[in-house]
């Protein structure tokens, strides 16, 4: 039993000195012109998405979903997020794959995050990637707005998804 515990803590100890001297000595892929590799996409995909259930706390949005705020926050999001997560009725030709991780064109795939969560991105960004913190210039109403349209973004009310498309035109 002694060696079996010796040879499983030998192999930890080596696994983490290679991976270690695979990082540091610059042989992992950093090209964004390259896509990852399906392990770095699925282990880095999995981190980010615990990290925010982990982060964001779970609280109601204190902004009503009425078809105004929705309307305002479709506002926020042209203005602010439709350069990268695509515009309503207007698909990004790129489909998001300029960003590694590719990025979510909302108004087709809509979003698994709960509100509280949507907000916790759009205010604290995600390192490492194309989203940035918008927390520094945006106001709290404001970006829970936003999380209340992109939450609602695949089920929006008709009055308020011919608002946005009628805003989106003129955008």
Not at 10 to 24: F, P, Q
Not at 42 to 66: C, D, G, L
Not at 114 to 137: D, L, S
Not at 152 to 171: D, E, N
């Amino acid at each position: 039993m002694k060696h079996f515990l010796l040879g499983v803590l030998t192999t930890l100890v080596v696994l983490a000195l290679g991976t270690y001297a695979y990082l540091r000595l610059g042989f992992s892929e950093v090209r964004a012109d390259l896509p990852p590799g399906k392990w770095e996409s699925a282990i880095m995909t999995r981190a980010v998405h615990a990290s925010i259930r982990r982060e964001a706390p779970e609280q109601p949005n204190p902004i009503a979903p009425t078809d105004e705020n929705l309307i305002a926050g479709a506002k926020v999001y042209l203005n602010g997020c439709s350069g990268c997560h695509g515009t309503p009725g207007k698909p990004n030709p790129k489909g998001g794959q300029e960003l590694f991780p590719p990025v979510p064109q909302l108004p087709e795939v809509g979003s698994t995050l709960t509100e509280a969560q949507i907000f916790w991105v759009t205010k604290r960004g995600i390192r490492r990637t194309g989203m940035f913190a918008n927390g520094f210039w945006s106001s709290d109403e404001d970006m829970w707005r936003a999380a209340a349209y992109i939450y609602r973004i695949k089920s929006l009310p008709p009055s308020v998804q011919a608002a946005v498309i009628q805003l989106a035109a003129t955008h």
